[in-house]
């Protein structure tokens, strides 16, 4: 079943959605960082079907994730090695590992993040490289940028006023218009 591409979308979060957002995707980036190359490897690690890990490995080497190497001549066969654009999901994967065993970890912590050098558990917290303050709602938030259109505006708009504790219907109803005309367009175009 094919799922709708969000690679046209300004949303950053639905752009990375389309390229790692299936779940076999993620535990193959996991795998990655944990040593894995070969098919046979994530075939043995993830027991997913051969013809479905053949599509996301297919889906992460064309999204940069991943490069596929030739390491046997005969027979021919290639390993997955992760690319820089894949090494830079690593935070990412250490957030919501953190998220699942703050939430979801109901029979206990199955494994956990541990510095290196003192095998001492580690608190995850995501923050602003430059300040070191720790990221939260109350403290930050989301602007257009320079690529924006006037819908996206709108909708940044309207989260301002939610956040301030007021109803932002104008901005609501200003977002809405501006979303149905942009889909008008877009259905006169196709």
């Known amino acids: 079943m094919q799922h709708k591409s969000f690679r046209a979308m300004m949303c950053p979060i639905a ?19 944990a040593g894995f190359t070969r098919f046979e490897q994530f075939q043995l690690s993830l027991d997913i079907a ?25 027979p021919p066969r290639h390993e997955y090695v992760l690319t820089e654009k894949g090494r830079d999901l690593w935070p990412v994967l250490v957030t919501l590992a953190a998220y699942g065993n703050r939430h979801f970890a109901e029979h206990g ?3 956990r993040l541990v510095d290196r050098a003192t095998g001492k558990p580690v608190e995850v917290v995501v923050a602003d490289k430059g300040t070191g303050r720790i990221l939260d709602q109350k403290g930050f938030k989301y602007s257009p940028g320079p690529k924006a259109d006037a819908a996206l505006k709108l909708r940044i708009r309207y989260a301002d006023a939610r956040q301030e504790g007021l109803s932002g219907r104008p901005e609501w109803e200003a977002f809405a218009k501006a979303r149905k ?4 367009r877009a259905r006169t175009v196709s």
């Not at 299936?22 to 990655?32: G, K, Q, S, V, Y």
């Not at 053949?54 to 994730?65: A, D, E, F, H, N």
């Open 109 to 111: 912590v199955a494994t």
């Open 181 to 184: 005309e942009k889909a008008t």
């Open 50 to 74: 051969p013809n479905m890990l053949t599509r996301r490995l297919q889906t992460l080497v064309k999204s940069g994730l991943l490069e596929r190497r030739l390491y046997s001549n005969r």
């Open 15 to 33: 752009r990375t959605l389309d390229r790692v957002g299936e779940w076999w995707t993620m535990l193959i980036m996991r795998d990655a960082f």
